[in-house]
C-alpha cells in the first residue's frame, strides 16, 4: 500500500522539485538584484501592508493584492526577509504549475504508454517555454511585440498562473459532457 502511493507521487513530487531549482537563478535574480522588475514594488508595497495594514495601501493596489498577502503571510510564517518571501513564493507557485500540468496531462500520456519521465520532460518544456524572436539581430530586443507565456519579472503573474490554470481546467471539465 505505501509503495503504491510512493510510486504514484515520485514523478510527481521530483517534477515539482527540479522544476523549482531550474526556475532558483531567475527566481532568485528578480527576488534580490535591484533590478527593472515588478518584485520590488510589490515587496515595498507587502511591507507597508506588513507594517501599516489595508490603511497604508492605496485602493489601485488594494484591488489585486493577492501578492502583497501571500508575501506578508510567508515572510511572517518563516520570520524571514520579504525577498526571501517573495522568492519562495514565486518558487512555489512555479512548481505548483507544473504540477497542475502534470496531474492534467498524465492521464492521456498514460493511455498513450508515455513513462512518467517523458511527461515530466515534456511539462519542463511547458514551463520554460518562450517565443522566439526571429528578427532579434536587427534590434537587440527580444521581448519587444511578444508576450511570453513565462513571466520571470512580474510576481502577480507568476501567483497567477496557477490559479488562472485551475480555472481553465475547472471550466473545460464543467463544458466538456
Same mark, same amino acid.
Given at each position: 500500500?505505501?509503495?503504491?502511493?510512493?510510486?504514484?507521487?515520485?514523478?510527481?513530487?521530483?517534477?515539482?522539485?527540479?522544476?523549482?531549482?531550474?526556475?532558483?537563478?531567475?527566481?532568485?535574480?528578480?527576488?534580490?538584484?535591484?533590478?527593472?522588475?515588478?518584485?520590488?514594488?510589490?515587496?515595498?508595497?507587502?511591507?507597508?501592508?506588513?507594517?501599516?495594514?489595508?490603511?497604508?495601501?492605496?485602493?489601485?493596489?488594494?484591488?489585486?493584492?493577492?501578492?502583497?498577502?501571500?508575501?506578508?503571510?510567508?515572510?511572517?510564517?518563516?520570520?524571514?526577509?520579504?525577498?526571501?518571501?517573495?522568492?519562495?513564493?514565486?518558487?512555489?507557485?512555479?512548481?505548483?504549475?507544473?504540477?497542475?500540468?502534470?496531474?492534467?496531462?498524465?492521464?492521456?500520456?498514460?493511455?498513450?504508454?508515455?513513462?512518467?519521465?517523458?511527461?515530466?520532460?515534456? @511539462?519542463?518544456?511547458?514551463?520554460?517555454?518562450?517565443?522566439?524572436?526571429?528578427?532579434?539581430?536587427?534590434?537587440?530586443?527580444?521581448?519587444?511585440?511578444?508576450?511570453?507565456?513565462?513571466?520571470?519579472?512580474?510576481?502577480?503573474?507568476?501567483?497567477?498562473?496557477?490559479?488562472?490554470?485551475?480555472?481553465? @481546467?475547472?471550466?473545460?471539465?464543467?463544458?466538456?459532457?
Amino acid at each position: 500500500m505505501v509503495n503504491r502511493i510512493l510510486d504514484r507521487i515520485k514523478a510527481p513530487l521530483l517534477l515539482f522539485v527540479f522544476v523549482m531549482l531550474a526556475f532558483v537563478p531567475i527566481t532568485y535574480h528578480y527576488a534580490y538584484a535591484d533590478v527593472e522588475a515588478d518584485f520590488k514594488q510589490h515587496m515595498q508595497w507587502a511591507i507597508v501592508l506588513a507594517h501599516n495594514g489595508l490603511g497604508g495601501i492605496s485602493p489601485d493596489v488594494l484591488a489585486h493584492a493577492g501578492w502583497q498577502f501571500v508575501l506578508v503571510f510567508v515572510q511572517r510564517l518563516f520570520n524571514s526577509s520579504f525577498e526571501f518571501a517573495g522568492f519562495l513564493a514565486a518558487l512555489f507557485s512555479t512548481g505548483s504549475v507544473a504540477l497542475i500540468l502534470f496531474f492534467w496531462y498524465q492521464p492521456s500520456f498514460a493511455k498513450m504508454n508515455w513513462p512518467n519521465w517523458k511527461i515530466c520532460l515534456l @511539462i519542463f518544456g511547458v514551463c520554460i517555454a518562450a517565443p522566439l524572436s526571429l528578427l532579434w539581430f536587427l534590434d537587440h530586443l527580444m521581448y519587444l511585440g511578444y508576450i511570453g507565456i513565462t513571466s520571470y519579472h512580474n510576481p502577480t503573474s507568476i501567483l497567477l498562473k496557477p490559479f488562472a490554470l485551475l480555472q481553465f @481546467i475547472f471550466t473545460y471539465l464543467c463544458f466538456r459532457e
